[in-house]
């Protein structure tokens, strides 16, 4: 089993940053990707970035240059570095970790973030 809490997510102002954090636990070693979702309300989960344990990165076209993902795989940790946000980015965003680039096997319970106008 794989554990995951997010933590981070709060309330900004358009054009603020924030980071968000992910801890994972249990069998995360054997997780080779792992990645942000976010959903919005009435709008299906999308994929936010996703980062290999080797450290190759995916990203949804709304948020390049804006968001970084980053992992360190000796904590068990990943990061999602939010710059110049805008409302549309309001969400909850969720942690994940799967085997590979398909639908993850694990997710986290959400943070919420929200960005006012």
């Known amino acids: 089993q794989v554990q995951l809490v997010e933590s981070g997510g709060g309330l900004v102002q358009a054009g603020g940053s924030l980071r968000l954090s992910c801890a994972g636990s249990?069998?995360?070693?054997?997780?080779?990707?792992m990645g942000w979702y976010r959903q919005a309300p009435g709008k299906q989960r999308e994929l936010v970035a996703g980062?290999?344990?080797?450290?190759?990165?995916n990203y949804a076209g709304s948020v390049k240059g804006r968001f970084t993902i980053s992992r360190d795989n000796n904590k068990n940790t990943v990061y999602l570095q939010m710059n110049s946000l805008k409302p549309e980015d309001t969400a909850v965003y969720y942690c994940?970790?799967?085997?590979?680039?398909?639908?993850?096997?694990?997710w986290g319970q959400g943070t919420q973030v929200t960005v006012s106008s």
């Open positions: 980062i290999s344990r080797g450290g190759s990165t």
């Open positions: 249990g069998r995360l070693f054997s997780m080779n990707i």
């Open positions: 994940s970790a799967g085997n590979d680039w398909g639908l993850p096997d694990y």
